[in-house]
């Protein structure tokens, strides 16, 4: 069983920067690829960001690609999103989770163990 606990969601204005971190705990010994999700209300939860156990290999949705950036320091168990270029559509809940395979996974049925989600709210 893998624990996952986001943080660092908030409230910011249109052009701002906001990271967002996820700390993974309990069966953490094993390689785990991280995904980063997110769901606007009324939509479908959707992708935004995925890294591989190594770090090496990073996805992207199109609605994020060139403004966000995953990473991850696994001596922390700890993955990060940084968000810049914040918009208005980008308000959402954003979801970590968990992958019981190193590579990196896309799809929400891919994950395996998720948090409870921490709002960003970006206004104009």
């Known amino acids: 069983q893998v624990h996952v606990v986001e943080s660092g969601g908030g409230s910011v204005q249109a052009g701002d920067s906001l990271r967002l971190s996820c700390a993974a705990s309990?069966?953490?010994?094993?390689?785990?690829?991280m995904g980063w999700f997110r769901q606007a209300p009324g939509k479908e939860r959707e992708f935004a960001a995925g890294?591989?156990?190594?770090?090496?290999?990073?996805a992207y949705g199109d609605s994020v690609k060139g403004r966000f950036t995953i990473s991850r320091a696994n001596a922390k168990n700890t993955v990060y999103l940084q968000m810049n270029s914040l918009k208005p559509e980008d308000t959402a809940v954003y979801y970590c989770?968990?992958?019981?395979?190193?590579?990196?996974?896309?799809?929400?049925?891919?994950?395996?163990?998720w948090g409870q989600g921490t709002q960003v709210t970006v206004s104009s």
């Open positions: 989770a968990a992958r019981i395979e190193a590579g990196v996974g896309v799809r929400n049925n891919e994950y395996d163990y």
């Open positions: 309990g069966r953490t010994s094993g390689s785990y690829a």
């Open positions: 890294i591989n156990w190594s770090g090496g290999s990073t």
